[in-house]
Nanobody
Framework: QVQLVESGGGSVQAGGSLRLSCVVS????????VGWLRQAPEKEREVVTA????????YYADSVKGRFTVSRDNNKNTVYLQMNNLTPEDTAVYYC????????????WGQGTQVTVSS
């Protein structure tokens, strides 16, 4: 089982930056994919970024490439999402989520954190 606890988020003006954090608790974390997903009103949920903790490439949605960066601290089992040059289109509830290796769907979710970007 995986538990995820997010922090960060808030309100910022367009062009600003925010950093989200997610503490991940799990056995055999290297067997899990961890991602940041977001849900904006009246929009489909979007995978913003994701990576396999055991290694490999990191995925970024086209909408955030060059602006968002995911990183992790293995000693703290913490994942960070650095978001730069934010736009109003980035306004959403952001979730840290995990899925077991080979799974199609994310099965474990954090509580979500609101990010609001004003123009």
């Amino acid at each position: 089982q995986v538990q995820l606890v997010e922090s960060g988020g808030g309100s910022v003006q367009a062009g600003g930056s925010l950093r989200l954090s997610c503490v991940v608790s799990a056995r055999a974390l290297t067997l899990w994919t961890v991602g940041w997903l977001r849900q904006a009103p009246e929009k489909e949920r979007e995978v913003v970024t994701a990576f396999y903790w055991g290694g490999g490439d990191t995925y970024y949605a086209d909408s955030v490439k060059g602006r968002f960066t995911v990183s992790r601290d293995n000693n703290k089992n913490t994942v960070y999402l650095q978001m730069n040059n934010l736009t109003p289109e980035d306004t959403a509830v952001y979730y840290c989520a995990a899925k077991f290796r080979g799974s199609q769907d994310y099965t474990n979710w954090g509580q979500g954190t609101q990010v609001t970007v004003s123009s």
